[in-house]
């Protein structure tokens, strides 16, 4: 059971291992800022402390990157952050390009894999994978257990509005009172619609163990803004 949030205290530290951020010394955040695609926005993500950056394989997504660009991208977060590879419904040739040439850290799996596919895909690739979830009522939390001892993670993420030709990305949040008693039996990180306005809430009132970001850093679609950024960072720090 993770610690209610008003036992963490404002001191933050940086774990030089994890890159994950320790209140207190109670338990670590992990912040992955994903839909990446330069090398100045992943260095402001650096800088802030981030412990996951996430590249986006889905052509439709004003985030795209290719196996190659991915592959050069990442080079900046060896040894500081794990590098996820964020695929949708993905075939094995794709999987393979991006697994050869990016080398991630993790795969996350953001369509409509089950849980046969996911435990497929962590075999043939041997690396963590996080599966995402689509979440707007109660009843979006009980595929949950299908995932657990089969995914590494889990990303609890808004439902895509009617009429998006993306899964993710949408910058749109969910009731995060859903999670405040969840305890799911696996690690995971709370995501859609989070930006530097309402990171606070989403942690004081969800208390996750991690967060994704993704449109709220941004000053366009697909255009992450450092400054933004860095407000996301000391706004989840000031949490
Ligand atoms: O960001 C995208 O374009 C994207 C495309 C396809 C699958 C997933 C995608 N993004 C994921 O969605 C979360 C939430 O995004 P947001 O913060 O609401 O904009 C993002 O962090 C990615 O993991």
């Known amino acids: 059971m993770r610690p209610p949030p008003q036992c963490r205290e404002a001191r933050v530290s940086l774990d030089s291992h994890r890159r994950s951020w320790h209140f207190a010394g109670i338990m670590p955040l992990d912040i992955k800022i994903c839909g990446l695609s330069t090398p100045e926005t992943i260095a402001a993500v650096l ?7 996430g590249f986006i394989f889905f052509p439709k997504s004003p985030r795209n990157v290719t196996p ?7 080079q900046a977060a060896i040894g500081r952050a794990k590098a996820v590879a964020v695929t949708v419904d993905a075939s094995d040739d794709f ?14 799996l953001h369509g409509k894999e089950t849980p046969e596919r996911v435990t497929y895909v962590r075999e043939r690739y041997n690396l963590p994978v996080m599966k995402a979830l689509s979440v707007s009522e109660p009843a979006d939390l009980l595929p949950i257990q299908g995932f657990v001892g089969v995914a590494d ?11 998006s030709e993306l ?13 405040a008693a969840l305890d799911p039996g696996l690690d995971y990180m709370l995501s859609g619609g989070l930006n530097p306005d309402n990171v606070g809430d989403a942690i ?16 366009a679609p697909g255009v992450k803004d450092t400054g933004l950024i860095r407000d996301f960072f000391e706004a989840a720090r000031k949490a």
């Open 47 to 53: 800088d802030g402390g981030a412990s996951h950056v």
């Open 153 to 163: 993670r889990l990303l609890l993420d808004a439902k895509a509005p009617k009429g």
């Open 204 to 219: 004081r009132i969800a208390n996750p163990p991690g967060l994704d970001v993704s449109s709220g850093v941004e000053s």
């Open 68 to 74: 190659a660009q991915a592959a050069l991208l990442r």
């Open 167 to 179: 899964p993710g990305g949408n910058g749109v949040s969910f009731d995060w009172r859903l999670l």
């Open 95 to 108: 999987l393979d390009a991006i697994v050869s040439q990016m080398k991630p850290d993790m795969l996350q």
